[in-house]
């Protein structure tokens, strides 16, 4: 049964009222990309933690009152987050059988990478892509360690390619590690094996780094090896290596 | 050196529904085709209940659920480095079929802003938003008892103006304006029916003549 509401004889905030006013005049249509569907994410989780949700994110709180299919949309997410913290995700009486193709559709990394590289006389190119990174993804058997001394911060292997193992042979090693310190970059290490040349006449050979417009370059070791640190790791299929080969 | 979480000898008879989402990261890696396969019909039948979940209330939901739960577990291969942490594998592929969800039932109108239609033809739908803010000082001189009963009188629901009001005019949060309805209508009420109620209102009032002129006089006053 619905009340009538007794009308409360209290003056209100005006700042209260300047936000009822403001969202009354404003119409807004949110664009949900993925960036703002991982805000209204984050939302939700401050919200079913029992934080003070809105007053983290007001603007957003804002635009779920002035956009009823964004509201709809976090009604999705809150009622779906909400039914995994309590145990009850739906189980349906019939789940029917998923396609799995695509685990052994995939190209080989020889036909990826033979895509992917370019050599002239004076220097190979390897160009990232996202379907090469995922043929790149080390095995759970691979050693996770660094080389240098803090393998804590770099002990996850994020990345891997033994150039040398290959059937057609690239004159390189490449891994990528996460960085514990930094979530969203890595660090680089390439090591160079070029044929004229060994330890210790490795080390001086500039390796190049390029993702979009920015340009690192890295001089190897007396082991070949050259490190690039702080690399995005977003921009990874983005990215270039240039290597010279003389 | 990572130690595997999966015996090498019958990795396979290992996994479950059940199974930590780190064993089942590392067995989607595996290079052993029967492990992999096992992983990943695990990760299916995980993310199609995601799927079933958000959309089990649309006319064609087991088809819906059934094309984003696809597609989502297709993302997870491609992807799967980009989840840093083996542990969140479930929570962060449970992210990849929601977005994958929303993005199907905005693209498919199921979540549409409303659109509200001219009153008449004498009344066509109010503009506000060319109008500009009122003033600060005439908020503060805003009649709000008048304000509050016009509200009254206005095109919602008892519960769409409680829930209104009880926000902006009373600063309730969702949580406490749900368990006030649970208890008002002995039915369970939750928070996220409380915004979509009030976002759908307000598209009401933002085109409801009465208040336009109530604030249109302040504005001249």
Not at chain 1, 99 to 121: C, H, I, N, Q, W
Not at chain 1, 187 to 200: Q, Y
Request: glycine share 4%; proline share 7%; net charge negative.
């Amino acid at each position: 049964m619905s009340e009538v509401m007794n009308t409360p004889t209290g003056k209100i905030p005006p700042e209260r009222l300047k936000a009822f006013l403001a969202v009354l005049q404003t119409r807004t249509s949110i664009d949900l990309n993925e960036t703002f569907l991982d805000r209204l994410h984050r939302y939700v989780t401050l919200q079913l933690r029992g934080d003070v949700y809105q007053q983290h994110d007001p603007e957003l709180a804002a635009w779920l009152d002035q956009d009823p299919g964004l509201a709809e949309a976090y009604a999705l997410l809150y009622d779906l987050e909400a039914a995994v913290l309590a145990g009850n995700l739906s189980n349906p009486d019939h789940v029917p059988d998923p396609d799995l193709s695509f685990l052994t559709a995939s190209p080989s990394l020889a036909e990826r990478l033979a895509e992917r590289v370019t050599r002239t006389g004076r220097e190979l190119v390897l160009r990232f892509s996202e379907d090469l990174l995922a043929l790149l993804r080390p095995g759970p058997q691979l050693a996770a360690g660094f080389r240098q001394a803090d393998s804590g911060r770099y002990g996850i292997l994020l990345y891997t390619l033994d150039g040398q193992s290959l059937g057609d042979p690239l004159p390189l090693t490449f891994n990528a590690y996460a960085d514990r310190e930094q979530p969203d970059f890595c660090l680089i290490e390439i090591e160079v094996a070029l044929p004229d040349r060994s330890w210790p006449d490795l080390a001086g050979v500039v390796v190049e780094l390029a993702q979009g417009d920015r340009l690192l370059q890295s001089e190897t070791d007396a082991w070949g090896l050259a490190v690039f640190e702080n690399v995005p790791i977003a921009l990874l299929p983005e990215t270039r290596i240039v290597l010279p080969l003389n | 050196m990572p130690v595997s979480l999966l015996a090498n000898a019958d990795m396979e008879s290992q996994l479950t529904d059940q199974s930590p989402s780190e064993q089942v990261y590392e067995a989607c890696q595996s290079d052993r085709p029967e492990v992999q396969t096992a992983a990943f019909e695990i990760l299916w039948r995980y993310l199609y209940r995601v799927a079933s979940h958000m959309t089990h209330s649309q006319p064609d939901g087991d088809a819906l659920a059934q094309d984003c739960a696809q597609t989502a577990l297709v993302r997870v291969h491609e992807k799967l480095a980009e989840c840093r942490e083996p542990a969140a594998l479930r929570s962060w592929s449970r992210r990849i079929v929601s977005n994958l969800v929303i993005d199907r039932l905005r693209r498919r109108q199921r979540l549409q802003p409303l659109v509200i239609e001219a009153q008449s033809d004498d009344q066509p739908a109010r503009q506000w938003a060319d109008d500009g803010p009122l003033p600060d000082e005439m908020i503060e001189q805003l009649d709000t008892l008048a304000l509050r009963q016009l509200l009254d009188k206005s095109p919602m629901s008892d519960r769409s103006r409680r829930v209104v009001l009880g926000r902006y005019f009373d600063g309730e949060v969702d949580e406490v304006l749900a368990q006030r309805e649970t208890e008002l209508s002995e039915k369970t009420v939750k928070p996220s029916h409380i915004q979509v109620t009030r976002a759908k209102n307000i598209a009401k009032l933002r085109d409801w003549p009465l208040l336009y002129d109530f604030l249109g006089k302040v504005n001249e006053a």
